[in-house]
């Protein structure tokens, strides 16, 4: 991994979005320490970590995944589904503004309107996109990335559990996928198995939380409180020779923030 950029908490985070209202309310401080154990430890596995100052306006900025695709040297803007935090995309756009004239220059696209799209809903492994068709990203966004990424095979597939395609799977490695071990999961996992075709595996978890992990070279990070998960994981990357890191991310996951939608990872 070349860099990551993450966004810290603001204390407007108890107004974040919510699917569901959470049974105990969030516990801001606690919240921000989950968080910050987060940015120290992606610190660890990446050689540069660029911190965006939170915007109290946008109380999900810290959710910094949903503002772009970084796909090879190809980076996407992209527009979010939900209005009140379509412009937490711009400090994004201008902190990568900045790092071109550091020597790093990715091609940037952006999806325009009509076209909606949240990182969370884009898993790549190997060449392959899927994108999950969901309340914050259509068809027409699907569209636009194939045209800015001609090389990659841009796979569509309908959401049809949790906020986004990667609440209920994502990628350990580019041949094994991870997903939930619930009927909606299984279908949206046979699909994208269907495409990769025989060479990658699928790895069901008892928690769907769990499902989505975070590969930053050769460490993974994974939900901490899901130990019949975790043991499954633990020895998965056991096999691959990875370094486990554990978080805890009760107050994040309260408005439906899993371990990826809390960075935004550039590659070599
Ligand atoms: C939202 O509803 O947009 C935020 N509360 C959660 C976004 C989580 N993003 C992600 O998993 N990529």
Redesign the pocket.
């Known amino acids: 991994m070349r860099l990551a950029i993450v966004r810290p908490l603001p204390r407007s985070f108890l107004s974040?979005?919510?699917?569901n209202t959470p049974g105990e309310p969030i516990d801001w401080e606690r919240a921000h320490q989950q968080h910050e154990t987060y940015a120290r430890i992606v610190a660890q596995a990446v050689p540069h970590v660029i911190t965006i100052p939170a915007d109290e306006s946008f109380p999900?900025c810290c959710?910094i995944?949903?503002t772009a695709v970084v796909s090879g040297s190809d980076i996407v803007i992209t527009r979010?589904?939900?209005e009140s935090?379509r412009g937490e995309s711009e400090a994004v756009a201008e902190e990568i503004a900045k790092l071109a004239r550091e020597g790093y220059s990715p091609r940037i696209h952006r999806i325009t309107s009509p076209a909606t799209m949240?990182?969370?809903?884009v898993l790549q492994m190997g060449d392959h996109i899927f994108v999950g068709l969901s309340e914050?990203t259509n068809a027409e966004a699907v569209r636009q990335l194939q045209t800015f990424l001609p090389k990659r095979k841009v796979t569509s597939l309908p959401v049809a559990d949790g906020?986004?395609l990667?609440?209920v799977l994502s990628a350990f490695s580019d041949e094994i996928l991870l997903a939930a071990d619930s009927s909606p999961a299984r279908l949206m996992a046979q699909a994208i198995m269907d495409a990769l075709g025989a060479k990658a595996r699928c790895v069901y978890l008892p928690d769907t939380i769990a499902a989505?992990v975070v590969r930053l070279d050769k460490t993974v990070l994974i939900q901490a409180g899901f130990p019949k998960s975790e043991a499954i994981l633990r020895s998965l990357a056991g096999e691959e020779g990875l370094r486990v890191e554990c978080l805890a991310m009760s107050e994040l996951i309260k408005?439906?923030?899993?371990l990826?939608?809390c960075s935004l990872l550039i590659p070599r």
């Open positions: 974040a979005l919510k699917k999900d959710f995944e949903d979010i589904g939900a935090r949240d990182g969370g809903d914050r906020l986004h990667k609440s989505n408005a439906d923030g899993a990826s939608c």
